[in-house]
C-alpha cells in the first residue's frame, strides 16, 4: 500500500502563489503515476494536474494550464504543484493521488487533502 501526505495548504490572495507538496510513503517503488485532485464547496472532485513516474507525461487540465507546474522528486518520494497567479477559482481542497504499475490507470491511493483559499 501507498500512504500520501499533503501539505503546503492556506491562505493566499488573488494573484499569489503558493507550491503544495505530496510525499508518499509504504510501498512506493509501485508508484507510477501521481497526481492533483480539488474539491471546490458543493462540486465534484476534478482533476488537476498528473506526472508519471519519468516525468515524461504531464497533463493538465485546461482551467490551470499555464499557471501550475507538476514535478516530482523521485528519490523523495514527493511530488509538487507549483500554483502561480491564483484565482478564486481556485479555491478547493486539493488532494494527491497515486496509481501503481499493476493499475496505471486508476488513483487507488489518496492523501487526506490540503485546503487551498484565494481570497480576492
Known amino acids: 500500500q501507498v500512504q500520501l501526505v499533503e501539505s503546503g495548504g492556506g491562505l493566499v490572495q488573488a494573484g499569489g502563489s503558493l507550491r503544495l507538496s505530496c510525499a508518499a510513503s509504504?510501498?512506493?517503488?509501485?508508484?507510477?503515476?501521481m497526481g492533483w485532485f480539488r474539491q471546490a464547496p458543493g462540486k465534484e472532485r476534478e482533476f488537476v494536474s498528473s506526472?508519471?513516474?519519468?516525468?515524461?507525461?504531464?497533463y493538465y487540465a485546461d482551467s490551470v494550464k499555464g499557471r501550475f507546474t507538476i514535478s516530482r522528486d523521485n528519490a523523495k518520494n514527493t511530488v509538487y504543484l507549483q500554483m502561480n497567479s491564483l484565482k478564486s477559482e481556485d479555491t478547493a481542497v486539493y488532494y494527491c493521488?497515486?496509481?501503481?504499475?499493476?493499475?496505471?490507470?486508476?488513483?487507488?491511493?489518496w492523501g487526506q487533502g490540503t485546503q487551498v483559499t484565494v481570497s480576492s
Open positions: 506526472i508519471n513516474w519519468t516525468g515524461a507525461d504531464i
Open positions: 493521488a497515486a496509481t501503481v504499475h499493476g493499475d496505471p490507470t486508476r488513483f487507488g491511493s
Open positions: 509504504g510501498r512506493t517503488r509501485t508508484i507510477y503515476v
